[in-house]
């Protein structure tokens, strides 16, 4: 497939919605992806950037048994990941891992290490924590919080704890708190919600309605970024978090994800439905920015937007930034489509 | 003639030189700038040598030279002679004169001694006389004096005892000045003397002049009399050591009393300018409280240059009496147009504070009033301009919340038209109105005015900028897009969440801030550029107060703001119903469909109302699509068609499907691509309806995406999509896109679908006839009932 306008691109055989960083593997920028299709045999792509970056290489395919909705690399063993799949009426989650070795392309079956299937509703993401050393695993449901301990070796993984978050709240997502790895948020239909997982209760959240994806400022800790349907992006400071401390626009449609550079503070990538991927700049000191004059702050709020790569077909669902070479990124579109692009000239002056 | 003058001069320094080695007692010193260099030749020197001479003559010169020189030494010898003759005698005859002067000075000195003891007998004897006429004189002198001092003495006491007469006289031809003269004079015999002899003298006089000081205060207090009697009154009572002090702070005091009577009360305040300002028209009546009020302050302002004179020393307290009044004024002033004021109404009172200034001005020119109150006057002003922003600022927001816009009244009545309008009115008015005021105060003649007039201007460029950037920020605040940088704000409307804030308010405010972009800006400006302009000297320093190009930008960038805002709110609505929508049923346990779901309703309803709003306040867009003649005619064939494209599809093997199928979107993308689905909005009916039946159906297109559906899900989705097609089209201008969003949501659904299998168009026809039917009859039943 040929490539955006400066992006590598590749394609995907089927329409897919997530796209995961191998962030164990020190020596290439590489991303693992899983298709989405209800009928046919679903892949797992393992894809690696080419030394000079300009060509996207496949460098594993492997079958996938059902249909992916989430994905996500384990941040220790670079050969394995974990899904949330569908089967059309029913959900699941598990833990991969890649055969050896993996260069070998076609088709190799994917071995699983564990399932984790402690759910009955419909499960949303699966996290890893964000300590290298943990063998920590989160899975949400719409209900409910499972804390998991895998073990690789025994190729099992086993319950912690598990707590509910109520009929209400039906869960749709969340990250794990980089600075604290006992916190974790969660989205949820009228709020952000911060679990401590020590005691596995919610001890804090935000107000917020229809909030679609969170993600921690790797760089700066107590800043989150939410992205939620009507409003755009906002950026909280998790001591105060009564008002955003700054709101970005967002997209035509719907922000469906959002993602902070893991190596500059200020940029952040937002996707949307609207079929573009923006580059933001929000540099979020917090006190003197809202202190600022209406007319300066309105100054301000004129070019957080660096950049819109619209070179798309599709909505895009798919992003992720590498955390190897920060200034790229890598975004997938509904129909399949991976493109990925550098940031550089967009970089702030260091 | 200088050859004459040279040996001329020669035999001078010659003879002076011989002279001075005469006198000289060391000759070496006198010669010796010549005596070495010519010892040979100079004769005149003391080494000459006469032989050596000769013999260097004889060597040297010739015969005929030394024959000449022989000669010449001869004639010089002889008249060295002849010098010397004659000063020789010279000096004798001043011998024999001086001489004869001694001779003289010796004969006339003899005699002088005898004469001189006779002066001194004589002068003896002078003196011993006159000893003796004093001596006998001495005793009747003394006598004399004593007498004297007897009369002297006795015409005072004569004077202290006619002393109370002589008050009760003065008293009685109130001769006060003489009276306290006598007075005084006799008090420092009366203090040392009173206790004794002259004791009923004393009481006397001291009744009497109590008379005098109380005589002598009544006339103090006693507004009736001249001033200067008042004046000498105090001046006495001073003399008298009367407690002065006390009697100027009584009557400070009472003056200050009287300033409460000449406080502009604010009530009054209206009144009294009315009156003033008909005060040419009605001379005649007298009473009025403008009238009652300027006597007050000249009564005032006489009273204080009467106490000025009296006591000269009272200035400083006269000035802050004064001060205090004008301070007062002020305040009152301010306190006034606190509420709201009519320009000439406050022009009113500014004249008449302006009049009583300038009487006390007159008064005490010292206590630099003017400069005061030109001070306060431009705090005053100053206050006045920015009030009268804020007013205006207050009634457009009062017009635009006036009328309670709730949900029934936006869509079925006219309500959003009318408060567009009248917002519209209260801006372009209330601007009128405004330049009307400011006409009003520059072409006001009053003392400051005039000095100000550039100030003022300047004011109201600032004010206009300021007030168009705080209405922005006040539209921003109602239409419930309070950014985190405003929380103030944010916090007075925290009371009315944002979804009570009505979208149809958030439209009205988009079309406002158009309108104030495009026509009140450019008034303003056409305004202040021809009667407001070249004020702004002291504003230079920042460049010009007023800048309609930012301001229209600031209004452009609202506007745009605002209708997306009200894009969002109603998009917003019509997500929550998708999200409910597809949220509850179990889609892949779905049922067999059997009627138009009615989300549909819901949906078409929200847009009806978008419609009715939007109609309401927006313009119609220039291009407007041929209306559709036959709808029903089109909803067969368009539903045929995309049946025909799904029966292909199923005819396909089952592996290949859903490949091709996938396929065949890329394909059908590629033709249809760059269906432009997120255009610009404009500030058209059609367009904001577009915008906004476009997100919905992205939104309902990525809602389908997240499900699963069997066979009868898709069904029921595909048959909620057809009915839509046609309503749909209806209202919105760009139908390409319509239709490539509709068909994105079957093909959505056909891929999240396990078992794709459309419903047979005749089943679709029927049901979606019946739906229609169903809400026809619905429609003709409510529009009976009501």
């Known amino acids: 497939m040929q490539g955006g306008s400066s992006g590598v691109g590749y394609g995907l055989k089927y329409q897919a919605r997530c796209i995961s960083e191998v962030k164990a593997d020190r020596d290439h920028t590489t991303f693992l992806t899983g298709t989405l299709s209800l009928k046919e045999e679903n892949e797992v ?197 009564k008002v955003p401390v700054q709101e970005l626009p967002g997209h035509t449609h719907w922000t469906w994800a959002v993602r902070c550079n893991p190596e500059y503070e200020e940029l952040i990538l937002s996707v949307g439905t609207d079929s573009a991927v923006n580059l933001w700049f929000a540099s979020a000191s917090s006190e003197k920015k809202t202190s600022e004059s209406p007319v300066e702050a309105s100054r301000q709020r004129v070019n957080p937007l660096l950049n819109s790569y619209t070179d798309y077909e599709d909505s895009v669902y798919g992003l992720a930034w590498s955390s190897r070479e920060p200034w790229i990124f890598a975004s997938l579109s509904y129909d399949g489509r991976v493109v990925i692009e550098s940031v550089k000239p967009f970089l702030p002056k260091r | 003639m200088a050859t004459e003058a040279a040996p001329m001069d020669e035999k001078a320094k010659r003879m002076r030189d011989l002279l001075s080695s005469f006198y000289a007692p060391d000759p070496s010193i006198s010669t010796s700038g010549s005596s070495i260099s010519t010892s040979f030749d100079n004769i005149n020197s003391t080494s000459f040598d006469a032989d050596q001479y000769m013999d260097l003559m004889i060597k040297k010169s010739n015969l005929e030279v030394l024959l000449q020189r022989h000669v010449q030494m001869a004639a010089e010898i002889k008249n060295l002679d002849t010098d010397l003759q004659m000063l020789v005698y010279e000096n004798y005859n001043k011998f024999i004169s001086a001489t004869d002067t001694i001779k003289r000075m010796k004969s006339n000195i003899f005699g002088m001694e005898g004469n001189m003891d006779q002066l001194l007998q004589k002068i003896m004897s002078v003196q011993s006389r006159s000893d003796g006429v004093n001596t006998s004189l001495f005793e009747k002198r003394e006598h004399i004096e004593k007498l004297h001092r007897t009369r002297n003495l006795l015409r005072k006491v004569q004077f202290i005892y006619d002393l109370p007469a002589r008050l009760h006289k003065c008293i009685k031809s109130e001769a006060y000045g003489d009276a306290v003269r006598f007075y005084t004079g006799a008090m420092p015999i009366l203090k040392v003397y009173g206790d004794t002899s002259f004791q009923d003298c004393r009481r006397d006089s001291e009744e009497a002049i109590k008379i005098i000081i109380k005589n002598l205060q009544t006339k103090l207090f006693s507004d009736s009399e001249s001033i200067q009697a008042r004046a000498e009154a105090a001046v006495l009572l001073k003399q008298l050591d009367v407690p002065v002090d006390s009697l100027k702070a009584k009557l400070l005091e009472k003056l200050e009393q009287s300033l409460d009577g000449l406080q502009i009360n604010p009530e009054e305040a209206r009144k009294l300018a009315k009156q003033n300002d008909s005060s040419n028209d009605a001379e005649s009546d007298d009473q009025r409280p403008a009238k009652i009020h300027e006597d007050a302050v000249r009564g005032f302002s006489e009273a204080m240059r009467a106490y000025r004179e009296i006591f000269p020393d009272s200035e400083e307290r006269l000035f802050k009496l004064a001060r205090a009044l004008t301070a007062m004024h002020f305040e009152s002033m301010e306190l006034y147009i606190r509420k709201r004021v009519s320009t000439e ?145 944010g916090g007075l409307i925290e009371g009315k969440s944002s979804d009570k804030i009505h979208a149809g308010l958030i439209l009205v405010l988009a079309q406002l801030s158009v309108f104030i972009e495009q026509k009140v800006i450019p008034r303003v400006t056409e305004e202040i550029a021809t009667s407001f302009s070249g004020g702004n000297s ?114 396909r093997s089952n592996s290949q499907r859903a490949r091709s199928q996938l396929f065949e979107t890329h394909l059908a993308k590629l033709f249809k691509q760059k269906v432009e689905i997120f255009t610009k909005v404009e500030f058209t009916q059609e367009s904001v309806v577009t915008t906004t039946v476009k997100l919905c159906l992205k939104s309902l297109q990525e809602y389908v995406r997240l499900q699963t559906f069997n066979r009868s899900g898709f069904q029921q989705i595909q048959l909620d999509i057809q009915f839509l097609k046609a309503p749909l089209k209806e209202t919105v201008e760009d139908e390409a896109a319509i239709d490539f969003l509709l068909d994105e949501v079957i093909v959505a659904a056909s891929e999240r679908c396990l078992d794709v299998i459309p419903l047979e168009p005749p089943i679709l026809d029927k049901l979606i006839q019946a739906k229609l039917a169903k809400s026809k009859e619905h429609n003709n039943n409510n529009t009976v009932s009501s």
């Open chain 2, 538 to 651: 002291q504003a230079f320093e920042n460049g010009p107060a007023f800048i309609p190009g930012e301001l229209c930008r600031v209004f452009h960038a609202a506007s745009e703001k605002l209708l997306q805002h009200y894009i969002d709110t109603r998009t917003q609505k019509v997500s929550v119903l998708l999200r409910k929508r597809f949220k509850t049923p179990n889609w892949v346990k779905h049922k067999e469909p059997r009627e138009v779901h009615m989300f549909v309703d819901m949906f078409l309803h929200e847009l009806e109302e978008v419609g009715k709003e939007v109609k309401q306040v927006l313009p119609q867009g220039t291009f407007r699509k041929h209306k559709r003649t036959d709808s029903n005619g089109s909803n067969t064939t368009t539903s045929s068609r995309s049946n025909t494209l799904h029966n292909d599809k199923m005819t």
């Open chain 1, 45 to 241: 792509h393992l894809l690696r950037l080419s030394s000079g970056g300009s060509e996207l290489v496949c460098e594993g395919l492997f079958s996938h048994p059902n249909e992916i909705w989430d994905l996500a690399c384990c941040p220790f063993d670079q050969r394995i990941f974990s899904t949330v799949f569908s089967t059309g009426d029913s959900f699941g989650a598990a833990i991969w891992q890649i055969p050896e070795p993996y260069g070998q392309s076609n088709s190799s079956t994917l071995e699983c290490v564990a399932s984790l299937d402690a759910h009955v509703g419909k499960i949303n993401c699966v996290l890893w924590s964000p300590s290298e050393k943990s063998d920590k695993l989160i899975s949400m449901d719409e209900q409910n919080l499972v804390l998991w301990s895998l073990d690789c070796s025994r190729k099992s993984a086993e319950v912690l704890s598990k707590e509910s978050a109520g009929m209400r709240h039906s869960l749709s997502g969340g990250a794990w708190n980089p600075h604290d790895v006992n916190s974790v948020a969660a989205t949820s239909e009228s709020s952000i919600q911060f679990w401590d997982l020590r005691t596995m209760k919610m001890v804090n959240s935000i107000e917020r309605s229809h909030v679609r994806n969170v993600d921690y400022n790797l760089k700066r800790e107590h800043i989150l970024v939410s992205a939620d349907d009507e409003s755009g992006i906002h950026l909280w400071d998790l001591r105060k978090a």
């Open chain 2, 345 to 489: 109404d406050f022009l009113g009172i500014f004249r008449i504070i302006w009049e009583d200034v300038v009487l006390m001005d007159e008064v005490l020119p010292e206590a630099a009033l003017s400069d005061l109150s030109a001070e306060a006057a431009q705090v005053t002003l100053k206050q006045y301009v920015a009030r009268m922003f804020s007013h205006l600022q207050q009634d457009i927001s009062d017009t635009l919340l006036k009328f309670g816009i709730n949900q029934k009244e936006a869509v079925e009545g006219e309500v959003l038209k009318v408060v567009l309008e009248a917002s519209k009115k209260a801006v372009l008015q209330g601007t009128t109105d405004i330049f009307q005021d400011f006409h009003q105060l520059l072409d006001e003649n009053t003392g400051i005015f005039i000095k100000m007039k550039e100030l003022i201007i300047g004011w109201i460029q600032k004010g206009f900028q300021d007030f168009f950037r705080s209405l922005e920020a006040q539209f921003l605040v109602l239409s419930g897009k309070t950014s985190s940088s405003n929380d103030t704000e």
